[in-house]
């Protein structure tokens, strides 16, 4: 059964820092695109950061030089390093993954909060 499985989320006071991982089943094949995303109640998904399978990456303007997106081929897993959080970092964060085939798959997802 194709899934991803993340980990990583959790409660840390702001400036904190927190890594979370999507590690994509191994029925999921020719990974172009991996990326994150993050929701809040009310709110629509917004992109985070996204990388290719070249290791090109892009951020939200929001997150840029905070968070690091990176990424493992050998073993299917892509990572987000997310350092001096603030409050509004807050969110369910959502791995996301296109194949070279245009299938897509969408974690679980994964609860972050930034809070003192």
């Known amino acids: 059964q194709a899934q991803l499985v993340e980990s990583g989320g959790g409660l840390v006071q702001p400036g904190g820092s927190l890594r979370l991982s999507c590690a994509a089943s191994?029925?999921?094949?020719?990974?172009?695109?991996m990326a994150w995303y993050r929701q809040t109640p009310g709110e629509q998904r917004e992109f985070v950061a996204y990388?290719?399978?070249?290791?090109?990456?892009n951020y939200a303007n929001s997150v840029k030089g905070r968070f690091t997106i990176s990424r493992d081929n050998a073993k299917n897993t892509v990572y987000l390093q997310m350092n001096s959080l603030k409050p509004e970092d807050t969110a369910v964060y959502y791995c996301?993954?296109?194949?070279?085939?245009?299938?897509?798959?969408w974690g679980q997802g994964t609860q972050v909060t930034v809070s003192s």
């Open positions: 990388i290719t399978s070249g290791g090109n990456t």
């Open positions: 191994g029925s999921i094949l020719s990974i172009y695109y």
């Open positions: 996301y993954v296109r194949t070279s085939g245009y299938s897509d798959y």
